[in-house]
């Protein structure tokens, strides 16, 4: 089931623009992380953020997280052609037996034209 | 250190058959998990694997089966291929599995089902 899910569904932008991207879910989190995707390939972590922080940054990516809204976004600053890719957020949800599994949203799928 | 690998990266089977993925996880990783990605269901779990036993496994069919070896490398088997199973299984690994930890995806194995 979908615990996340981003908005916007696509974003386009122009190099050098900002894009912001968001993420929602349903149940508390003990933190949540943004990973991306290019063309069909493996995820690739960007960040992770945990329930008791509200900001948090890693190059050019700021990510803020507030729990009493269940929501979450990510910025990209200075955007290059190669931030072309789909962001996805995913939340930790215990399974039991001390196993946690990642719950992903559907992602946003970015365009950065040069 | 290497990342995730995972073998075969492209897969062709027809209805019917069955198949096994291989994932190799980062060294020193014990937990390693499976998902599954396809345009329409986004991205799901399938199951996890802590020090060979499963921990936690997802809400698939029976027909979805894994295992994992003493090294920590895990296999994931389909049978009777179903078209519906065309998708690009991911697999992905951390030290125990733990909330507080990031997970490493591989690229992924891409399966065709015709």
């Known amino acids: 089931s979908q615990q996340g899910e981003e908005d916007p569904q696509a974003l386009s932008i122009q190099e050098g623009e900002n894009a912001t991207m968001n993420c929602s879910y349903k149940?508390?989190?003990?933190?949540l992380q943004w990973y991306r995707q290019n063309s069909g390939r493996g995820l690739v972590h960007l960040i992770l953020?945990?329930?008791?922080?509200r900001e948090k940054h890693s190059g050019r990516l700021r990510v803020t997280l507030d729990t009493s809204k269940k929501s979450s976004s990510l910025l990209i600053t200075a955007s290059r052609a190669a931030d072309t890719a789909s962001y996805f957020c995913a939340t930790d949800q215990y399974s039991g037996a001390g196993s946690y599994q990642l719950t992903f949203g559907k992602g946003t799928k970015l365009s950065v034209i040069p | 250190k290497a990342g995730v690998t995972q073998t075969p990266r492209y897969l062709i089977k027809t209805r019917g058959q069955q198949v096994t993925l291989s994932c190799s996880p980062i060294s020193g990783h014990r937990s390693v998990s499976w998902y599954q990605q396809t345009p329409g269901q986004g991205l799901q779990f399938l199951f996890e694997y802590f020090s060979e036993t499963q921990r936690n496994k997802g809400n698939f069919p029976g027909r979805f089966s894994g295992r994992q070896f003493s090294n920590s490398r895990s296999e994931m088997n389909v049978s009777t291929l179903e078209l519906g199973d065309s998708a690009l299984y991911l697999c992905?690994?951390?030290?125990?599995?733990?909330?507080?930890?990031?997970?490493?995806f591989g690229p992924g194995t891409r399966l065709l089902v015709l």
């Open positions: 149940t508390s989190i003990n933190n």
């Open positions: 992905a690994s951390s030290l125990a599995g733990s909330w507080w930890e990031t997970q490493y």
């Open positions: 953020i945990r329930s008791n922080e």
